[in-house]
């Protein structure tokens, strides 16, 4: 009976963590960056400065996040110490041909720190204002 009572809050706990909805930024257009998979239809370099606007509200935000609000990264790499970056390009370039490797097109850059939390976002050159 016991081993019973202690399932009945742990499964409802489940249910209501798996039904929340995804996270989001008011004013910025998830959808629209997630369908320019690597950059290249244009769709990015149009909304960097949308991007820029919302940077700062990327911080302290979990990789589920990260990912439910910019999609899966176009890239990634992994450092010392558990850390991650994830990429997402910004602009064409030689990624739209040569999918798999790293291009020099800008991009954005979200470090990942051992806790799975946003530590840095920055860019591979900044953008024009």
């Given at each position: 009976m016991l081993r019973k009572?202690?399932?009945v809050p742990f499964l409802l706990s489940l249910l209501l963590v798996a039904c929340s909805e995804p996270a989001q930024i008011e004013g910025f257009d998830s959808t629209g960056w997630k369908a320019d998979r690597l950059g290249c239809a244009?769709?990015?370099?149009?909304?960097?400065?949308e991007f820029e606007q919302v940077r700062q509200e990327l911080y302290t935000k979990g990789e589920a996040e990260i990912i439910s609000i910019l999609g899966r990264p176009d890239g990634e790499q992994l450092m010392?110490?558990?850390q991650r970056i994830f990429y997402y390009y910004?602009?064409?370039g030689s990624q739209c041909k040569q999918k798999n490797n790293l291009s020099e097109?800008?991009?954005?850059?979200?470090?990942?720190n051992a806790l799975n939390k946003v530590s840095e976002v920055t860019y591979l050159r900044p953008i024009p204002k």
């Open positions: 009572t202690l399932w244009g769709t990015r370099e149009k909304m960097q400065q010392a110490r558990g910004l602009e064409p097109a800008n991009r954005a850059e979200v470090r990942l």
